[in-house]
């Protein structure tokens, strides 16, 4: 391509060239190879025709006609390479001249801290070519031969390249500067070492280091080295080892805080955002995944935490809307208590947390119903029902259920009462009552005496009573002994009439005494 550059065009076809000459090279040995085998075969053919049979000479003869057809398919493929192998023109080879006595120039420059500079000795080239001058302009033009081509050596030229050593003038006399020793400064302190010494900072590089983070480990020229002024010096700086950041997003703030110490590093500043993600997972990291840091780097974390609302104004609301603006700002009723009150009965007197403080999404609030001023609950143990229904009443409350209890020495009578004298209660609420019922065998004959039943007995109840009294179960406590005896010894201890009578007793006991 006429833009390509020419010292690339070069290495191209010079590197074309090694592999043409290489491959020619095989197939020349693979020829040689053959001629060989040819000729051992020919010295046999010529053995056999003395005293070998025709068949055998006819196996030698097939032979030698095969490595003759392989002969010349290789040199035919001789040809072919030599056709194709690279012919360099004369500026190619100049150009390559000139490329390489550029680079030897350039490697004998003086280094920094060295006066003299060094130049090629001797170095000769003869090149055997063909020479003609062009007659108008008087330039001389070398035409090589191709390869392959043989021509007589009369008509050819040798041209001879030397280079011979050519003393560089002596720069002239300048007043040099001892090079400062700058290891184990920091880069700021080795710059103004090196202001102070009219020297400037060259080119800087890192490499990791035991040494100090930061502070100087190399210098080129050394420490000591004469240089001119204004010259430049090469620093070294100490650096940590480098590891990658490893991925923190969507762990668990404790894992992440682990991976980032197991890693080398320290976990910098951590913050929250609210976020619909679960709460305590990263939702950022900086630096970012797979960065390349220094051993001991902070690594920032952001954190989920549960998204915040505003807790609504509940105050002063009645229980039903209250509840409504709750779950409107996606937060829970919590406790809820009751507060005696004059005014405000039925709303919202408290609320905690309080109005306007920003909490997490399902947050419980607690309130607190304003309700009437609260009654003690009044005593009325040992009244008659009717006097505790007065009593109560006039305290604004209410008889609520009301049950009966068997009592050895009281009748009609109340013995307890729920809620318990003393507690405070709202205005009409119900007082549960107990009422004591007498409970003497002259109760328990006139039950008897009253049960569809009785005549069943097979014997007067006056005369069953009596029979009864002197028996060991006297008292209406212990009548419930009569129902686990067997019907027989029941029968017996009573002089019962027969079987059928204990069952008759037993069960009227049972549903008077239940």
Request: aromatic share 2%.
């Amino acid at each position: 391509m006429p833009n390509d550059d020419p010292t690339k065009r070069i290495e191209k076809l010079e590197a074309e060239l090694a592999e043409l000459t290489q491959r020619l090279t095989v197939v020349e040995s693979e020829l040689a190879a053959k001629a060989q085998i040819i000729s051992e075969l020919n010295q046999r053919l010529r053995s056999f025709s003395e005293t070998g049979s025709g068949s055998e000479i006819k196996i030698l003869r097939d032979q030698i006609a095969l490595l003759g057809s392989e002969k010349e398919k290789l040199l035919q493929t001789i040809d072919r390479l030599q056709a194709e192998r690279i012919k360099p023109t004369p500026s190619q080879l100049v150009d390559a001249f000139r490329k390489a006595m550029e680079g030897l120039r350039t490697s004998l420059e003086p280094k920094p801290g060295e006066r003299v500079g060094y130049t090629v000795s001797h170095f000769d080239v003869d090149l055997k070519s063909f020479i003609t001058v062009d007659k108008k302009d008087c330039s001389v033009r070398i035409m090589l031969p191709e390869p392959g081509e043989t021509f007589p050596a009369e008509n050819l030229s040798t041209v001879r390249f030397v280079f011979q050593t050519v003393p560089k003038p002596e720069p002239p006399d300048q007043n040099l500067i001892e090079v400062p020793v700058l290891l184990g400064l920091s880069k700021d302190a080795a710059i103004k070492a090196l202001t102070r010494a009219t020297l400037k900072l060259g080119k800087q590089t890192e490499e990791v280091s035991p040494s100090l983070p930061g502070t100087l480990i190399g210098q080129t020229p050394e420490g000591g080295d004469q240089v001119p002024p204004e010259a430049a010096v090469d620093i070294i700086i100490a650096k940590l080892p480098q590891v990658k950041v490893p991925m923190l997003l969507n762990l668990q703030r404790a894992v992440a805080e682990n991976l980032i110490q197991e890693s080398g590093l320290k976990v910098g500043e951590v913050r929250e955002e609210a976020s619909s993600q679960q709460p305590g997972t990263v939702l950022r990291q900086s630096p970012a995944t797979e960065t390349l840091v220094d051993v001991g780097t902070e690594v920032n974390l952001t954190i989920a935490k549960a998204e915040s609302v505003r807790v609504p104004h509940l105050i002063g609301h009645k229980e039903a809307d209250a509840l409504k603006l709750l779950r409107k700002s996606k937060l829970v009723p919590g406790t809820r208590t009751t507060r005696p009150t004059s005014e405000g009965v039925g709303t919202i007197l408290e609320q905690n947390p309080v109005a306007e403080t920003e909490v997490a999404v399902g947050t419980a609030v607690s309130y607190a119903v304003g309700i009437t001023e609260l009654i003690k609950v009044p005593s009325v143990l040992n009244l008659s029902l009717e006097k505790a229904k007065q009593t109560l009443e006039k305290a604004q409350l209410a008889i609520g259920l009301v049950t009966t209890q068997r009592h050895p020495r009281l009748d009609n009578v109340v013995v307890n009462q729920e809620p318990e004298a003393g507690k405070e209660v709202t205005p009409q609420t119900r007082v549960n009552l107990v009422v004591a019922k007498l409970w003497t065998m002259k109760v328990v004959a006139s039950e008897m005496a009253k049960h569809p039943d009785v005549e069943k007995l097979g014997v007067p109840i006056t005369t069953l009573m009596k029979r009864i009294e002197r028996s060991q179960f006297n008292t209406p406590e212990k009548l419930e002994g009569l129902i686990s005896l067997p019907d027989v010894q029941l029968v017996a201890e009573l002089s019962l009439p027969n079987v059928r009578s204990a069952g008759v007793l037993k069960k009227i006991l049972r549903e008077i005494l239940k």
